[in-house]
């Protein structure tokens, strides 16, 4: 399966609720809403269509890690403000993995979505370098999608959490 990434927007109203326990908000099954399956089947079909609409979710399946790297920190410099994004990691147990839960205020999306739109521009025009060119096309894709989540969400003024998980 893997470690994957899932976004839910939030309402500028529910802030300091969604601060306080960001898991509230977020779906108890977001894989089922990613790949379009019934939530907590066992067994079923996938539509591979995302069930919640695209403005209020982001799926980045296992792309998280590396559009990570590419906005973490360098010997030269610190995090781009992208980094907030897709900063975290699980904690590891004997039986599995902790998810990483976060959520980012509409002030903080504010901040993220012209530096991750920066980030587009600067792969179309070859200045950020991703992966092997086996992952290129797929960092690439996920890196759009985060980019058109975020500013969406900033447009409308909204916050969003996140799960690594």
């Known amino acids: 399966m893997g470690i994957r990434y899932y976004a839910y927007a939030f309402d500028r109203d529910q802030t300091d609720e969604v601060l306080a326990n960001p898991r509230n908000y977020i779906s108890s099954d977001p894989f089922a809403d990613a790949w379009g399956m019934e939530p907590h089947a066992y067994v079923g ?77 600067e792969i179309e025009s070859g200045g950020l370098q991703t992966v092997g060119d086996p992952d290129k096309l797929y960092v690439e894709q996920y890196l759009r999608r985060a980019g058109e989540f975020v500013s969406c969400l900033a447009s409308e003024g909204r916050g969003m959490a996140y799960l690594i998980g």
Do not use: C, N
Request: net charge negative.
């Open 45 to 121: 079909i996938a539509t591979m269509e995302q069930t919640t609409p695209e403005r209020d979710m982001a799926y980045l399946d296992k792309a998280w890690s590396y559009l990570q790297r590419l906005s973490g920190p360098t010997a030269e410099k610190g995090p781009r403000p992208a980094y907030r994004m897709f900063e975290g990691a699980v904690t590891f147990t004997g039986m599995g993995w902790d998810p990483y839960v976060h959520a980012l205020t509409p002030a903080e999306v504010a901040e993220i979505a012209p530096d991750v739109a920066a980030m587009v521009s």
